[in-house]
């Protein structure tokens, strides 16, 4: 499957506090998907990313695809309590497959 | 829809017991996936079918774990004979096609004594 770097493994703010989690790929992508699975629940897709340079905005969250479609990024502006949870890129490349590694787990301090 | 539908919620069993987890996948979707997730390893796909065809099981752990979808509304894992390591939340994911979003379902939490 396809393999990739999802950094950092664990990341604790502040409420209000910027967060950013990076996916990297040795290899270039077809598409690229991102969840969040809050604590004790299951992975919800977010939104999933084809084109090159591409950036989709949903609310605070900001997603991008890099130009030479290897990596990724999500970006939440202003953390609140209920941005907490695991964030995972899911990446695509020439296989069917969806796999998952451990994420980015994300705590707020209120 | 209802969903992905997953039973049961909770098992706890004993080692050495067979194990059969369930899946519904939301109707027409051409594709289902069986993941199970731990603090160590991550999410991990074990299985996934297409049209009720496996189609890629190398993430399943060893001959003890089988993965059946008889039909396209439903699918099961079945771990012979259940082992500590295997305590986990198993996941059931459907989509509508190839690098379609997954939709999972809520999971079976299992332990096993």
């Known amino acids: 499957g396809q393999q990739v770097m999802q950094i950092p493994q664990y990341q604790h703010v502040q409420e209000g506090e910027d967060f950013t989690t990076y996916c990297n790929s040795s290899t270039t992508l077809s598409n690229i998907q991102w969840y969040k699975q809050r604590p004790g629940g299951h992975p919800v897709f977010l939104i999933q990313?084809?084109?090159?340079?591409e950036v989709k905005k949903q609310k605070r969250l900001t997603f991008q695809f890099g130009e030479a479609k290897k990596n990724s990024s999500l970006h939440i502006t202003a953390t609140q309590t209920t941005d907490v949870g695991t964030y995972f890129c899911v990446p695509q490349g020439g296989s069917e497959k969806l796999v998952f590694g451990k994420g980015t787990k994300l705590t707020v301090n209120p | 829809d209802a969903g992905v539908i997953q039973s049961p919620r909770h098992e706890v069993t004993e080692m050495g017991q067979e194990v059969t987890l369930r899946c519904k996948p939301i109707s027409g979707h051409d594709y289902l996936f069986w993941y199970r997730q731990t603090m160590m390893r991550g999410l991990e796909l074990l299985i996934y079918f297409n049209n009720n065809v496996p189609i890629d099981d190398s993430g399943m752990p060893e001959d003890r774990f089988s993965a059946k979808m008889p039909n396209a509304s439903f699918s099961t894992l079945k771990i012979q004979p259940s082992e500590p390591r295997d305590s986990a939340v198993y996941f059931c994911a459907s989509s509508a096609g190839a690098r379609e979003k997954l939709f999972f379902g809520s999971g079976t939490q299992l332990s096993v004594l």
């Open positions: 990313l084809v084109k090159s340079g």
